[in-house]
């Protein structure tokens, strides 16, 4: 069974910095690309940021490519979101997620997801 199990958020005021984590279990982590997404209130999930199983990453909105940074260490089968120079704008759950089948293409659907973790980012 898989769990993918975020931690690392929290209140943060704008201008600071969080790091998620989101800790794997039941899948052979090193050949899967992982993702991040977040989805703010009464809005629809949206892309953040992925890191593919060749540890390429990738990041969503351009709002994020200069401040955020995913990682992943395979030894301990985790996945980062390092996250600087917060705003208000970056309110929201984060969740992350596993595609669906190993060695997968960027453009491959996300099928496993974790629970997710709040950020909240006060002005």
């Known amino acids: 069974q898989v769990q993918l199990v975020e931690s690392g958020g929290g209140l943060v005021q704008a201008g600071g910095s969080l790091r998620l984590t989101c800790a794997a279990s039941?899948?052979?982590?090193?050949?899967?690309?992982m993702g991040w997404f977040r989805q703010a209130p009464a809005k629809e999930r949206k892309f953040v940021a992925a890191i593919s199983w060749t540890g390429s990453s990738t990041y969503g909105p351009d709002s994020v490519k200069v401040r955020f940074t995913m990682s992943r260490d395979n030894a301990k089968n985790t996945v980062y979101l390092q996250m600087n120079s917060l705003t208000p704008a970056d309110t929201a759950v984060y969740y992350c997620?596993?595609?669906?089948?190993?060695?997968?293409?960027?453009?491959?659907?996300?099928?496993?997801w974790g629970q997710g973790t709040q950020v909240a980012v006060s002005s």
């Open positions: 039941g899948l052979f982590f090193r050949q899967y690309s």
């Open positions: 997620a596993a595609q669906g089948r190993p060695n997968g293409l960027e453009s491959e659907p996300y099928a496993m």
